[in-house]
C-alpha cells in the first residue's frame, strides 16, 4: 500500500506525471533533477566524488606508491635523500629563517636579512633595522646570492707558476709554505704587499696592522676602482676632515646635481632614493622637492630631473663660478671671500649661456630657486668631478646656508685612506726591482683594474710568491703562484663601520660550500706560529676584539655574551658619537680653484657602471642581463654619444669608434644617446673582463685601460679626447627600442602620453586643484556584457607611485631572485625573448637632443576582465577568487595566444629550458639546484609565465592567519618588488579593506590604470607623475 | 582551343568533344594504367627532399624547443600560425567546388570537383600540423580535448582556439568522407577495369561492393546530397572561425568584425588559385584537356577576380574603418602596416590580391594558359602575405610602444612552411597516381548528349 504523503499539495508537486510522483514525490523529483541514474552527478563536485572510505583510499594510495616504486627504480636518479637523524634545533624543512647580515658587494656595507630555507641562503632583503638602508637592497646585493652557488667557484687553493700553470693543493701546504715565505720575507728585508679594497671593517683593520706588525716589511695598499676621492680630498681642504656629511635629501627643497649619479651609481644610492623619494610623497604632501641635473652623460638621476642641463663636465666648474657670481654680485645676495673674487666674478650667466647653450632662464630659475630655498638647497658634486670642483660647491653651501642639510654627527668614515697613484706607482716599481717578496691580493685584481700604463702584469712576473684571494681564476689569479678560494660574504664573519655611529655585523648562514676560507681566517691562521686552521679563528677574535672594544663603549647592562647575540640577532648597533664641533670653512682652499671651460676638443668621462660594481660581479647573469636604467642595454658597455655628435661622426648605435685618450685607446660600440651632451663620450667602467668565468669573460669592452694612473684617485673626465670611426659593427641589444623620438609618417611622439599609458602633470596644476587630472582625462563609461564577479573577501591590488619610482631596476632584481627568472643570454635578449617578470619602460617625450624621460615599473595588472584569460583554450590561465590572475604552468600547452592578447605585454614565454639553453646549461649545474626558491615552481620548456603577485607569499601569509584563526589581511603581505623597491614606491594589499593604504591609492585623484579604454580592468593603479616645473611665465 | 569563338549566349558544353563512356574511362584511369613516368620520380624526389627538410626542422623545433623558430613576445604567433590561415585557405576551394557549386548545380564543377576535393584534404592536413607544432609543449595536445578528468577541469569554451580545434576537424572529417563518398562509384569502374591482382583487391574493398546498380546510385545521390548540404556550411564556418582567431582578440588590426566574411573570401580567392595551378599542370601531363576545359579554368578566374575583389574592398574597408572610429590604436595599426617596418608586405600583399588579378577582365588573359598561371601563383604569394601582415605586423606594434618587437624567420620556420609543401605536393602526386583525377562518373553523366532530351 502507497502512503500518502502529508505533504502532497506542495507547491513543487502540483503536477504530476504517475501515482509514484504524486505519493513519493520527493525521491522522483530528485532524481529527475539528474540527467542519469543515481550516483551519476551532473557536475564535477569533488565532494560528491567517489565513495571510497579513508582507509580503502589509503590502502589503495600506497598499494599504488609501493607498485611505482618497485616499477621506477631506474628512473633518473636523483642522489640520495636524506633526512635530518637529529634535526637542528633551528631548522624546520619548509620554514625560512632569516639572518641579519652586512652586504659586502660595495664599500657601503648595508644591512641585510639573508632568508635561508632549509639551511641555504635562497634570497637577500635590506635590515628593515639598518638606519641607512632601511629593509632595502640593491640590485647587486640582491643577485649576490647567485654568486655563492656560482659553479665557477674554487673548490680549493691552487698553485700556480708565473707561467700560468695550476694544480690542486691542500690548505695545509698553502699554509706551510706561506708561513715559511713570510718569514723568509722578513728574514731577507723583502717586502710583503697587501692588496685591499677600501676597508670598511675595524676589525679587518685592526688584524691587518697586527699582521704587519707581526710582518714588519709588510705594507698595505688600497685601491677603489670607483671611489669618491676627490669629495673627500675637497672635504679635508675646506674643513680639516676627510669625512665628508650625509645629506638630509629629504629634507631638500632645491636640489642641484653635478654630474652626481645619487640615485644610480654613487654613494649609498638606496638611503639617497628613499629620501629623494621622501621629498616627492604626494600622499603626505607637504614637500615636493625640485631636481635640477646638471649632466654630460645621462644618468638614471638626470632622468628623474625636472630640469636637466646638458653640459660637460669640463664646464661644470665654470657652472658652479657662474652661480657664485650671480649670486654674490649680480644679486648682491652674499659677500665672496676674494680667494675666489677673481675667478668668479668673469663667468657670468649670459657667459653661461653663451657658452654652454644652456638657457639663460632655467639658469636665473635656478638662481632664485637656491635664494628662496636658503638652507633647505643643495648643490652637489658627483664622484667623477674634479677637487677644485667640489671646493667650489662646498663654498656655494656654505655661503647659502645649505650646510644645515648636512645630517649632524653622520659622516661618512674611512679605516685607511687610499693608497694614491704614486704610492701604487712606486708598488709596482719596488715589485720590479725584486725589492717585493710577497703580494697578497685581498679579493682584489689589480691586474684587470690598473690601467696597463701601471704595468702591474709585468711587475707581478718579478715577485717570487705571489698569492690570490679570489672566488674563482681571475686577470690576476692567473698570474699568481696561489689561488686561494675566498669564503662568500654569506660563509664569513665581519664587522662594517662606514658611517659614524652605526656598526653592522656580517655573520655566515651557510658554512663554506666548497674549501674555502675568509681572508681574515686565513690571514690569522699564517699568524700562528705553527698551528692549524680552525673554522672558527676568526670568530674567536672578531668576538674578542668586540669584547674588548666595542662592548665597553656601550656600558651595556647585560653581559658581554647577551649584548653579543642581540648585536648579531639585529645585524647593527647604533651608537651616539659626540656632536662633532663647529664646522669651519677654510676660505683658503679656494685659492686652488681656477677656470675650467670647454674646449672645442671631445671629452670623456668614465663612469661607473650600474650593476657589475668594479667587474667582479661580471659572472653573475642576472645582474648582466639586467637593463641598463637608461639605455635598457644588457651585457654590454659601450661609448654613449649625442645625436647630434655620432650624425657629426657619422656613426650609429653600433657602430664602432675609437676613443683614445693620451696614448691609450680603445675601441668601442656606440650608443646613440638622446640627452647626451654634445661632443662628449661617457663609457662605463667594469666591463670587458677576459677572465671573468664562463658567464662574464669577454662581456663589453675593458674602459680601465683609458684611465691614467692619475685619475685612479682623481677626477674621472678627460679632455683632449681623440674619437673617431672605425670599421666594424657589434650588435649592442636591448630590452627596449627607441620609439618616442622617431618622427616621419608614423609620427610616434609622445606615444606615452598620446596613448594613457603614461599621465603627467605639473605640481603647480595639482596644488592649485588636486582634481585636476580626473578633470583632464575623463574615465569612459565601460561596462561589460557578461555578469561580472563580485569579490567579496580579499582582492590583491597593487599601486605604483610614479613620483616616488626612479626607475632603479632593483624590483626587477629581487623578482628575480623570488621568482627563480632565469637567465636567457644577449643573443635571446637581442630576440626579445628575456625572462623578467617586471620591467621598467623608459618614455621620452620632447626632442632627441634634450629629451624628457619617464620610467614606468610594468608588470602584470592582473586584469579583473583579463584578455589573456579567455582565450586559453586549457584555462591554464585563469582567475582567483581574491582577483589574482593565476598561471597554471602544469596546465599550459603553450600556444602563447594570451601573450598575443595582452595588452601590456607582461607574458613571458619558456622559449627553451632556459637554464639547459644558456650558456651550455653553466645554470643547471648541481649548486645552481640549491639557489631556487623552493615556493617557486622551476617552469620547464614551452610553457607561458608572468608576474603572480608573489602568490607564494599569499599563501604563506593565508597559512599563517588560518594558523591563528583569523581572516588573511592585506599587510600580511609584502610582494618581493615592494620589498626591494629603495623608494617605496610599490604599495600591495586588500584593495577591499576600506581602511588599507593601497585603498587611499586607488582613489587617490592622481591614480589611474594604464590603458583604461580597454575596460580590461587592471588592478595596478599608477599614480600620475608630477613635474615640479616653473609654470608662471619669465618677467 | 581558340580564344575568340566562344560563345557565351549559350551554355557551353562541359567536356569537349562527344568522348564515349569507354573513352573518357581511358582518358581518366590512363595515368593509373601506366607505370610512373621518369616527370613523375622526378618530382616526387623533390617533394619529398622538401617534405624531409621539413620533417627534419619539425624534429629540430620538438627537441629543441620553440626558440629555434624566430617568435618572440611581443610576436608570439609568427610563420606557424601564417602558414596554418595559408594552408586552410587553400583546402576551401575544394568543398566550395563540390558541395556549394554542386548544389547550386553548376555542372562545370565535375571536371575539377574531385581534384579540388583531395587538394582540400592535403591542404587541411598541412594546415594541421601547424597548431600542434606552435604549441611549447606538442606532446600535451590532448588537454585540448574535452575529456572527463579527475581534476574536473574543463576545456575552456571561449577560447576561440579550441574552436579552431572542432571546425578544422570537423572540417577534415566530412571532407573526407564526402570526397570517399564520391569516389565509390569510380573505385568500382576502377575495380571492373583492372588486371592486376593487388589493384583489383584494394579497389574492391574500397568500393564497398558497389554494383553500379540502379538503387546504389539511388542512394549514392541521396547521400551525396545530404553531404553536400551538411558540407556546404562548413565552408563558411571554418574560415569564420579560423579569423575568430584574430577577431576576437583584443589588439588592434585583429580586433574587428570584418574578419569572418573577409577571411572567407580570401579562403575561396587563393584556394581557387591554387586549384587552378595544379590543375594547369595535370590536365596538360595527363592529357584531360578535353574534361578540364579552358572554359573551366576561365571560370575559376572568373571566380578569382570576384573574391580577389572582395578582399580588396575588405582592404579599403579596414582603412575607412580605422579612420572612422576615431581610435588612435586602430589607426596606428594601419598606417603602420602601409608605412611602417613591415611596408614592404603589405604592399606586396596588396599587389599580389588586388592589383594583378585584376587583369582578369581580359577575356585573352583570362584565357591564356601561361598568364593564369603566373596570377594563380601570384595569388597564393599575396594571400600568404596577407595573413602575415595580419599576424606579424599586428603583433609587432601593439599598445605599449615600449614592447614593440621585430619578428625575423628562422631557418626552421621556412624549413617547416617548405615542409608542408613538400607534404602537400607528395600527396597529390601519390593521390594522382592511385586514384582517378576526375570524377569518371560525374564527367559522363554531363558529356554532351548524356542526358535525354526533346529536341
Same mark, same amino acid.
Given at each position: 500500500m502507497?502512503?500518502?504523503r502529508d505533504?502532497?499539495?506542495a507547491?513543487e508537486s502540483?503536477y504530476?506525471r504517475s501515482?509514484?510522483e504524486?505519493?513519493d514525490?520527493?525521491?522522483v523529483?530528485e532524481t529527475?533533477?539528474?540527467e542519469?541514474m543515481?550516483?551519476?552527478?551532473d ?5 560528491d566524488l567517489?565513495?571510497?572510505?579513508r ?12 607498485f611505482?616504486?618497485?616499477?621506477c627504480?631506474a628512473?633518473?636518479?636523483?642522489g640520495?635523500i636524506?633526512?635530518y637523524?637529529k634535526k ?7 620554514i625560512?629563517?632569516?639572518?641579519a647580515?652586512?652586504?659586502?658587494g660595495?664599500s657601503?656595507?648595508c644591512?641585510?636579512l639573508?632568508k635561508?630555507?632549509e639551511?641555504?641562503?635562497i634570497k637577500?632583503?635590506g635590515n ?7 629593509g632595502?637592497?640593491?640590485?647587486r646585493?640582491q643577485?649576490s646570492?647567485?654568486?655563492l652557488?656560482?659553479p665557477?667557484?674554487?673548490?680549493s687553493p691552487?698553485h ?6 695550476r694544480g690542486a693543493?691542500s690548505w695545509e701546504t698553502?699554509?706551510?709554505?706561506i708561513r715559511?715565505?713570510?718569514?723568509e720575507?722578513?728574514?731577507e728585508?723583502?717586502e ?6 677600501t676597508l670598511?671593517s675595524p676589525t679587518t683593520?685592526?688584524l691587518?696592522?697586527e ?9 698595505r ?7 669618491d676621492s676627490?669629495r673627500r680630498?675637497?672635504w ?5 676632515t676627510?669625512?665628508?656629511?650625509v645629506?638630509a635629501?629629504e629634507?631638500?627643497s632645491?636640489?642641484?646635481?653635478l654630474e652626481?649619479d ?6 649609498n644610492t638606496?638611503e639617497?632614493?628613499?629620501k629623494?623619494?621622501?621629498?616627492r610623497?604626494i600622499m603626505t604632501?607637504d614637500?615636493?622637492?625640485?631636481l ?15 630640469y636637466?642641463l646638458r653640459?660637460?663636465?669640463d664646464?661644470?666648474?665654470d657652472?658652479?663660478?657662474?652661480l657664485?657670481?650671480?649670486?654674490c654680485?649680480?644679486?648682491?645676495e ?6 675666489i673674487?677673481q675667478?668668479a666674478?668673469?663667468v657670468?650667466?649670459?657667459a653661461?649661456e653663451k657658452?654652454?647653450?644652456l638657457?639663460l ?7 632664485d630657486d637656491?635664494?628662496i630655498h636658503r638652507g633647505?638647497?643643495?648643490?652637489y658634486a658627483g664622484?667623477?668631478?674634479s677637487e677644485?670642483?667640489?671646493v667650489?660647491?662646498n ?9 644645515e ?5 653622520q659622516?661618512?668614515l674611512s679605516?685607511a685612506s687610499l693608497?694614491?697613484?704614486?704610492e701604487i706607482?712606486?708598488?709596482v716599481a719596488?715589485?720590479k726591482e725584486?725589492r717585493v717578496?710577497?703580494v ?5 685584481n689589480p691586474v684587470y ?14 715577485v717570487p710568491?705571489?698569492?690570490?684571494f679570489a672566488?674563482a ?5 692567473q698570474w %699568481?703562484?696561489y689561488l686561494?678560494?675566498v669564503?662568500?660574504?654569506f660563509?664569513?664573519w665581519g664587522?662594517?663601520s662606514v658611517?659614524?655611529g ?7 648562514m651557510i ?6 676560507r ?6 690569522l691562521t699564517?699568524?700562528?706560529?705553527? #698551528?692549524?686552521?680552525?673554522e672558527?679563528v676568526?670568530h674567536d677574535?672578531l668576538?674578542?676584539r668586540?669584547?674588548k672594544?666595542v662592548?665597553p663603549r656601550f ?11 642581540s648585536a ?10 659626540a656632536?662633532?664641533? #663647529?664646522?669651519?670653512f677654510a676660505?683658503a682652499?679656494l685659492?686652488?680653484?681656477g677656470?675650467? *671651460?670647454v674646449a672645442?676638443?671631445f671629452?670623456?668621462g668614465l663612469r661607473?657602471n650600474?650593476?657589475l660594481?668594479d667587474?667582479?660581479?661580471a ?9 641598463h636604467?637608461v639605455s635598457?642595454?644588457?651585457w654590454?658597455n ?7 655628435t655620432a650624425?657629426?661622426? #657619422?656613426?650609429q648605435t653600433?657602430?664602432m669608434i675609437e676613443?683614445?685618450?693620451g ?5 668601442f660600440p ?17 666591463y670587458?673582463r677576459t677572465?671573468a ?9 675593458d674602459a680601465n685601460?683609458?684611465?691614467s694612473?692619475?685619475?685612479l684617485?682623481?677626477?674621472?673626465v678627460f679632455r683632449?679626447?681623440?674619437v673617431?670611426k ?5 650588435e ?7 620609439h618616442g623620438?622617431d618622427?616621419?609618417p608614423?609620427?610616434l ?9 603614461i599621465?603627467?602633470?605639473?605640481l603647480a596644476?595639482?596644488?592649485?586643484d588636486p582634481e ?6 575623463? &574615465?569612459?563609461?565601460?561596462?561589460s556584457i557578461a555578469?561580472?564577479v563580485?569579490y567579496?573577501?580579499v582582492?590583491w591590488a597593487?599601486?605604483?607611485?610614479m ?5 632603479c631596476?632593483?624590483c626587477v632584481?629581487?623578482?628575480n631572485v623570488?621568482n627563480?627568472v632565469p637567465?636567457?643570454g644577449k643573443?635571446q635578449?637581442?630576440?626579445g ?6 620591467r621598467l619602460d623608459r ?9 624628457t624621460?619617464t620610467?614606468?615599473p610594468?608588470? %602584470? ?6 584578455p589573456?584569460e579567455?582565450v586559453?583554450?586549457?584555462s591554464?590561465t585563469?582567475h582567483?577568487p581574491?582577483?589574482l590572475?593565476?598561471?597554471?604552468y602544469?596546465?599550459?600547452?603553450g600556444?602563447k595566444?594570451?601573450s598575443?592578447?595582452?595588452?601590456y605585454?607582461?607574458?613571458r614565454f619558456?622559449?627553451?629550458n632556459f ?5 651550455d646549461a653553466?645554470y643547471?649545474?648541481d649548486?645552481?639546484?640549491l639557489l631556487h626558491?623552493?615556493?617557486?615552481t ?5 610553457v607561458m609565465e608572468?608576474?603572480?603577485?608573489c602568490?607564494?607569499?599569499?599563501m ?6 588560518v594558523?591563528q #584563526?583569523r581572516?588573511?589581511k592585506?599587510t600580511?603581505v609584502r610582494?618581493? %618588488?615592494?620589498?626591494?623597491c629603495?623608494a617605496?614606491?610599490?604599495?600591495f594589499?586588500d584593495m577591499?579593506?576600506?581602511?588599507s ?5 586607488r582613489?587617490?585623484s592622481?591614480?589611474?590604470y594604464?590603458?583604461?579604454?580597454l ?9 600620475a607623475?608630477l613635474?615640479?616645473?616653473h609654470t608662471e611665465k619669465?618677467? | 582551343?581558340t580564344t575568340?569563338?566562344?560563345d557565351?549566349?549559350?551554355?557551353l ?7 564515349h ?10 595515368p593509373?594504367?601506366q607505370f610512373?613516368?621518369?616527370t613523375?620520380?622526378?618530382s616526387i624526389?623533390?617533394?619529398l627532399?622538401?617534405l624531409?627538410?621539413?620533417?627534419? %626542422?619539425?624534429?629540430?623545433t ?5 626558440g ?5 613576445q611581443p610576436v608570439a604567433w609568427?610563420?606557424?600560425i601564417?602558414?596554418f590561415v595559408?594552408?586552410v *585557405?587553400i583546402?576551401h576551394?575544394?568543398t566550395?567546388i ?7 548545380r553548376q &555542372?562545370?564543377r565535375t571536371?575539377i570537383?574531385?581534384?579540388?576535393e583531395a587538394?582540400?584534404?592535403f591542404a ?5 600540423l601547424f597548431p ?10 590532448i588537454?585540448l580535448t574535452?575529456y572527463?578528468?579527475?581534476? *574536473?577541469i574543463?576545456?575552456n569554451?571561449?577560447?576561440?582556439l579550441?574552436w579552431d ?10 571532407s ?6 564520391g569516389l ?8 571492373? &577495369?583492372t588486371t ?6 584494394a579497389?574492391s574493398?574500397?568500393?564497398l561492393?558497389?554494383r553500379?546498380s ?5 542512394h549514392?545521390e541521396?547521400?551525396y546530397?545530404i553531404?553536400?548540404?551538411f ?8 574560415h ?13 588590426g585583429w580586433?574587428?568584425t570584418?574578419?569572418p566574411?573577409?577571411?572567407?573570401a580570401?579562403?575561396?580567392f ?8 595544379v590543375?594547369?599542370i595535370?590536365?596538360?601531363t595527363?592529357k ?13 578566374n572568373?571566380?578569382?577576380i ?6 580588396g574592398?575588405?582592404y579599403?574597408?579596414e582603412?575607412?574603418?580605422?579612420w572612422?572610429?576615431g581610435?588612435q590604436f586602430?589607426?596606428?595599426?594601419f ?5 611602417g617596418?613591415?611596408?614592404?608586405a ?5 599587389s599580389?590580391?588586388v592589383?594583378f588579378p585584376?587583369?582578369?577582365w581580359?577575356?585573352?588573359i ?5 598568364l ?8 597564393n ?6 595573413r602575415?601582415?595580419i599576424?606579424?605586423?599586428?603583433l609587432?606594434r ?5 614592447s614593440w618587437g621585430?619578428y625575423v624567420p628562422t631557418?626552421?620556420?621556412?624549413g617547416i612552411?617548405?615542409?608542408s609543401?613538400g607534404?602537400?605536393?607528395?600527396l597529390i602526386?601519390l593521390?594522382?597516381?592511385v586514384?582517378?583525377v576526375?570524377s569518371?562518373?560525374?564527367v559522363?553523366?554531363v558529356v554532351?548528349g548524356?542526358?535525354?532530351h526533346h529536341d
Amino acid at each position: 500500500m502507497v502512503e500518502k504523503r502529508d505533504d502532497m499539495n506542495a507547491p513543487e508537486s502540483t503536477y504530476w506525471r504517475s501515482l509514484k510522483e504524486l505519493y513519493d514525490g520527493k525521491s522522483v523529483s530528485e532524481t529527475k533533477a539528474h540527467e542519469f541514474m543515481s550516483g551519476v552527478t551532473d557536475d564535477f563536485r569533488i565532494d560528491d566524488l567517489g565513495t571510497m572510505s579513508r582507509k580503502q583510499f589509503l590502502a589503495l594510495l600506497s598499494a599504488s606508491a609501493a607498485f611505482a616504486a618497485a616499477g621506477c627504480n631506474a628512473y633518473r636518479d636523483k642522489g640520495d635523500i636524506v633526512p635530518y637523524t637529529k634535526k637542528p634545533e633551528e631548522v624546520t624543512p619548509g620554514i625560512a629563517d632569516y639572518y641579519a647580515s652586512t652586504c659586502t658587494g660595495c664599500s657601503n656595507s648595508c644591512g641585510v636579512l639573508v632568508k635561508t630555507r632549509e639551511g641555504r641562503p635562497i634570497k637577500v632583503d635590506g635590515n628593515p633595522d639598518h638606519p641607512v638602508n632601511r629593509g632595502a637592497v640593491c640590485p647587486r646585493g640582491q643577485a649576490s646570492v647567485l654568486n655563492l652557488y656560482d659553479p665557477s667557484r674554487l673548490r680549493s687553493p691552487e698553485h700556480g707558476s708565473t707561467s700560468g700553470k695550476r694544480g690542486a693543493m691542500s690548505w695545509e701546504t698553502v699554509d706551510s709554505e706561506i708561513r715559511k715565505r713570510l718569514r723568509e720575507c722578513v728574514g731577507e728585508g723583502k717586502e710583503i704587499a697587501l692588496l685591499t679594497n677600501t676597508l670598511t671593517s675595524p676589525t679587518t683593520t685592526k688584524l691587518l696592522a697586527e699582521f704587519g706588525a707581526m710582518f714588519p716589511t709588510t705594507r698595505r695598499y688600497s685601491y677603489e676602482l670607483f671611489n669618491d676621492s676627490t669629495r673627500r680630498a675637497a672635504w679635508e681642504s675646506c674643513y680639516g676632515t676627510s669625512a665628508p656629511p650625509v645629506i638630509a635629501w629629504e629634507k631638500a627643497s632645491v636640489i642641484v646635481l653635478l654630474e652626481a649619479d645619487i640615485l644610480g651609481t654613487e654613494g649609498n644610492t638606496l638611503e639617497q632614493i628613499r629620501k629623494f623619494a621622501a621629498g616627492r610623497d604626494i600622499m603626505t604632501g607637504d614637500r615636493f622637492n625640485r631636481l635640477y641635473a646638471v649632466e654630460g652623460s645621462v644618468s638614471l638621476t638626470g632622468t628623474n630631473a625636472d630640469y636637466r642641463l646638458r653640459l660637460r663636465p669640463d664646464g661644470q666648474l665654470d657652472f658652479v663660478l657662474g652661480l657664485l657670481n650671480e649670486i654674490c654680485f649680480v644679486r648682491g645676495e652674499a659677500r665672496m671671500d676674494p680667494e675666489i673674487l677673481q675667478v668668479a666674478s668673469t663667468v657670468s650667466l649670459h657667459a653661461l649661456e653663451k657658452n654652454y647653450g644652456l638657457p639663460l632662464t632655467v639658469l636665473t630659475r635656478l638662481v632664485d630657486d637656491l635664494l628662496i630655498h636658503r638652507g633647505t638647497s643643495i648643490v652637489y658634486a658627483g664622484d667623477t668631478l674634479s677637487e677644485s670642483l667640489h671646493v667650489a660647491v662646498n663654498y656655494l653651501n656654505e655661503i647659502l646656508g645649505n650646510t644645515e642639510l648636512y645630517v649632524p654627527g653622520q659622516t661618512l668614515l674611512s679605516h685607511a685612506s687610499l693608497s694614491t697613484p704614486a704610492e701604487i706607482q712606486a708598488l709596482v716599481a719596488r715589485m720590479k726591482e725584486g725589492r717585493v717578496g710577497m703580494v697578497i691580493h685581498c679579493g682584489t685584481n689589480p691586474v684587470y683594474h690598473l690601467p696597463p700604463s701601471v704595468g702591474y702584469r709585468e711587475a707581478l712576473r718579478s715577485v717570487p710568491t705571489s698569492v690570490s684571494f679570489a672566488d674563482a681564476e681571475d686577470e690576476t689569479g692567473q698570474w %699568481c703562484t696561489y689561488l686561494l678560494p675566498v669564503s662568500h660574504t654569506f660563509e664569513s664573519w665581519g664587522d662594517h663601520s662606514v658611517r659614524s655611529g652605526i656598526l653592522s655585523l656580517q655573520q655566515p648562514m651557510i658554512s663554506p660550500l666548497h674549501g674555502s676560507r675568509q681572508v681574515e681566517a686565513a690571514l690569522l691562521t699564517w699568524m700562528s706560529p705553527e #698551528g692549524s686552521y680552525s673554522e672558527t679563528v676568526y670568530h674567536d677574535y672578531l668576538v674578542n676584539r668586540w669584547e674588548k672594544e666595542v662592548y665597553p663603549r656601550f656600558r651595556s647592562r647585560s653581559d658581554f655574551s647577551a649584548f653579543w647575540l642581540s648585536a648579531l640577532h639585529d645585524g647593527v648597533l647604533e651608537e651616539r658619537e659626540a656632536e662633532q664641533s #663647529g664646522r669651519r670653512f677654510a676660505t683658503a682652499a679656494l685659492a686652488g680653484v681656477g677656470h675650467s *671651460g670647454v674646449a672645442p676638443q671631445f671629452a670623456a668621462g668614465l663612469r661607473p657602471n650600474s650593476y657589475l660594481g668594479d667587474g667582479r660581479y661580471a659572472n653573475n647573469g642576472w645582474l648582466q642581463e639586467l637593463p641598463h636604467p637608461v639605455s635598457k642595454i644588457v651585457w654590454d658597455n659601450y661609448a654613449a654619444l649625442s645625436p647630434a655628435t655620432a650624425a657629426e661622426l #657619422g656613426v650609429q648605435t653600433s657602430d664602432m669608434i675609437e676613443v683614445s685618450v693620451g696614448s691609450a685607446k680603445q675601441t668601442f660600440p656606440v650608443y646613440v644617446q638622446p640627452g647626451q651632451a654634445d661632443r662628449f663620450v661617457s663609457i662605463e667602467l667594469g666591463y670587458g673582463r677576459t677572465n671573468a668565468g664562463p658567464i662574464g669573460s669577454g662581456v663589453g669592452t675593458d674602459a680601465n685601460i683609458l684611465l691614467s694612473p692619475a685619475s685612479l684617485t682623481g677626477a674621472r673626465v678627460f679632455r683632449d679626447v681623440r674619437v673617431k670611426k672605425v670599421s666594424g659593427r657589434y650588435e649592442l641589444v636591448s630590452t627596449q627600442e627607441h620609439h618616442g623620438l622617431d618622427t616621419g609618417p608614423l609620427d610616434l611622439k609622445d606615444l606615452g602620453t598620446k596613448r594613457g599609458i603614461i599621465r603627467e602633470g605639473t605640481l603647480a596644476a595639482y596644488q592649485e586643484d588636486p582634481e585636476f587630472m580626473v578633470k583632464e582625462h575623463k &574615465r569612459p563609461e565601460l561596462f561589460s556584457i557578461a555578469k561580472e564577479v563580485e569579490y567579496k573577501g580579499v582582492k590583491w591590488a597593487m599601486a605604483i607611485d610614479m613620483n616616488k619610482c626612479v626607475g632603479c631596476n632593483a624590483c626587477v632584481a629581487g623578482c628575480n631572485v623570488e621568482n627563480n627568472v632565469p637567465v636567457v643570454g644577449k643573443d635571446q635578449v637581442g630576440r626579445g625573448r628575456e625572462m623578467q617578470w617586471i620591467r621598467l619602460d623608459r618614455y621620452f617625450s620632447g626632442s632627441a637632443a634634450d629629451p624628457t624621460f619617464t620610467h614606468q615599473p610594468m608588470l %602584470c595588472q592582473h586584469c579583473d576582465q583579463a584578455p589573456c584569460e579567455n582565450v586559453c583554450p586549457v584555462s591554464a590561465t585563469n582567475h582567483s577568487p581574491d582577483g589574482l590572475n593565476q598561471m597554471a604552468y602544469n596546465r599550459c600547452v603553450g600556444t602563447k595566444y594570451c601573450s598575443n592578447n595582452c595588452p601590456y605585454k607582461v607574458r613571458r614565454f619558456n622559449f627553451y629550458n632556459f637554464r639547459d639553453f644558456f650558456a651550455d646549461a653553466y645554470y643547471e649545474q648541481d649548486t645552481l639546484a640549491l639557489l631556487h626558491n623552493p615556493e617557486v615552481t622551476v617552469r620547464s620548456r614551452g610553457v607561458m609565465e608572468k608576474c603572480t603577485f608573489c602568490v607564494q607569499r599569499i599563501m604563506e601569509a593565508r597559512q599563517h592567519a588560518v594558523e591563528q #584563526g583569523r581572516p588573511v589581511k592585506g599587510t600580511d603581505v609584502r610582494t618581493a %618588488c615592494q620589498e626591494a623597491c629603495p623608494a617605496q614606491a610599490i604599495v600591495f594589499g586588500d584593495m577591499n579593506d576600506p581602511e588599507s593604504e593601497i585603498s587611499r591609492y586607488r582613489k587617490h585623484s592622481l591614480g589611474y590604470y594604464v590603458l583604461e579604454d580597454l575596460n580590461v580592468r587592471p588592478n595596478v593603479t599608477y599614480v600620475a607623475k608630477l613635474r615640479n616645473i616653473h609654470t608662471e611665465k619669465v618677467s | 582551343m581558340t580564344t575568340a569563338a566562344v560563345d557565351y549566349t549559350r551554355e557551353l558544353p562541359v567536356v569537349e568533344g562527344k568522348p564515349h563512356a569507354a573513352e573518357l574511362d581511358a582518358a581518366i584511369a590512363a595515368p593509373l594504367d601506366q607505370f610512373p613516368t621518369r616527370t613523375w620520380w622526378i618530382s616526387i624526389a623533390v617533394t619529398l627532399t622538401m617534405l624531409s627538410f621539413g620533417v627534419f %626542422c619539425i624534429a629540430v623545433t620538438v627537441f629543441e624547443g620553440l626558440g629555434v623558430w624566430g617568435i618572440n613576445q611581443p610576436v608570439a604567433w609568427g610563420f606557424d600560425i601564417v602558414n596554418f590561415v595559408f594552408w586552410v *585557405g587553400i583546402g576551401h576551394a575544394g568543398t566550395l567546388i563540390s558541395a556549394i557549386l554542386f548544389l547550386l548545380r553548376q &555542372r562545370w564543377r565535375t571536371g575539377i570537383a574531385r581534384f579540388a576535393e583531395a587538394m582540400t584534404i592535403f591542404a587541411v592536413m598541412c594546415a594541421g600540423l601547424f597548431p600542434l607544432l606552435h604549441t611549447g609543449r606538442p606532446w600535451l595536445p590532448i588537454y585540448l580535448t574535452p575529456y572527463p578528468n579527475q581534476h *574536473g577541469i574543463w576545456v575552456n569554451f571561449t577560447s576561440p582556439l579550441l574552436w579552431d580545434v572542432f571546425a578544422v576537424s570537423t572540417y577534415l572529417t566530412v571532407s573526407a568522407v564526402f570526397w570517399y563518398l564520391g569516389l565509390i562509384p569510380d573505385l568500382a569502374t576502377l575495380r571492373d &577495369r583492372t588486371t592486376n591482382a593487388v589493384k583489383k583487391v584494394a579497389y574492391s574493398v574500397l568500393s564497398l561492393g558497389w554494383r553500379h546498380s540502379n538503387r546504389h546510385w539511388q542512394h549514392y545521390e541521396r547521400a551525396y546530397l545530404i553531404l553536400a548540404g551538411f558540407a556546404t556550411p562548413l565552408v563558411l564556418s571554418v574560415h569564420t572561425i579560423v579569423s575568430f582567431d584574430f577577431a576576437v582578440a583584443v589588439i588592434p588590426g585583429w580586433h574587428t568584425t570584418i574578419f569572418p566574411p573577409y577571411f572567407v573570401a580570401g579562403a575561396v580567392f587563393s584556394g581557387f588559385a591554387m586549384v587552378q595551378n595544379v590543375l594547369i599542370i595535370v590536365r596538360q601531363t595527363f592529357k584531360l584537356t578535353h574534361i578540364i576545359t579552358l572554359d573551366h579554368l576561365e571560370k575559376m578566374n572568373k571566380v578569382m577576380i570576384l573574391t580577389g575583389s572582395m578582399v580588396g574592398y575588405a582592404y579599403a574597408m579596414e582603412f575607412f574603418t580605422a579612420w572612422y572610429s576615431g581610435n588612435q590604436f586602430e589607426m596606428f595599426v594601419f598606417i603602420n602596416r602601409a608605412l611602417g617596418p613591415y611596408a614592404w608586405a603589405y604592399w606586396t600583399m596588396v599587389s599580389c590580391n588586388v592589383i594583378f588579378p585584376q587583369l582578369f577582365w581580359f577575356k585573352k588573359i583570362r584565357r591564356s594558359i601561361p598568364l593564369m598561371f603566373a596570377i594563380g601563383i601570384v595569388v597564393n604569394v599575396g594571400m600568404w602575405f596577407e595573413r602575415f601582415v595580419i599576424v606579424v605586423t599586428s603583433l609587432s606594434r601593439d599598445f605599449l610602444p615600449t614592447s614593440w618587437g621585430h619578428y625575423v624567420p628562422t631557418m626552421y620556420d621556412v624549413g617547416i612552411l617548405i615542409g608542408s609543401f613538400g607534404l602537400f605536393f607528395t600527396l597529390i602526386l601519390l593521390f594522382v597516381r592511385v586514384l582517378p583525377v576526375v570524377s569518371i562518373s560525374e564527367v559522363k553523366a554531363v558529356v554532351e548528349g548524356a542526358q535525354p532530351h526533346h529536341d
